[in-house]
């Protein structure tokens, strides 16, 4: 499986900015990304990669607590792709941002937010 992320930029505070990351390739039985949860995780420069949102396969969410209430995590089943709908956004959400699901990253994408 490959996953392809893009959408990232640059972005001033409060502003928005709207993730995409579609999955492609061979896949088999075992990891197809549409039986699948797929999500999104960011690395800011010097810590670690942590998980942003996650969506399962039947559509349930979960968001890390310093984004709940600002970003939106949606996929479109039929066509293997993830999005991040990203406002009000923060300085401290600048970061390389990458998309994931069972036995795949993505290649990231840089979000940089401005004050």
């Known amino acids: 499986v490959q996953l392809q992320a893009s959408g990232g930029g640059l972005a001033q505070a409060g502003g928005s900015l709207r993730l995409s990351c579609a999955a492609s390739?061979?896949?088999?039985?075992?990891?197809?990304?549409?039986?699948?949860?797929m999500g999104w995780y960011r690395q800011a420069p010097g810590k670690s990669r942590d998980v942003v949102a996650v969506?399962?396969?039947?559509?349930?969410?979960n968001y890390a607590d310093s984004v709940k209430g600002r970003f939106t995590i949606s996929r479109d089943t039929a066509n293997n792709t993830v999005y991040l709908q990203m406002n009000s956004l923060k300085p401290e959400d600048t970061a390389v941002y990458y998309c994931?699901?069972?036995?795949?990253w993505g290649q990231g994408t840089l979000v940089t937010v401005s004050s």
């Open positions: 994931w699901t069972v036995g795949a």
């Open positions: 969506i399962s396969r039947t559509g349930i969410t």
């Open positions: 390739g061979s896949i088999s039985s075992r990891n197809i990304p549409s039986i699948n949860a």
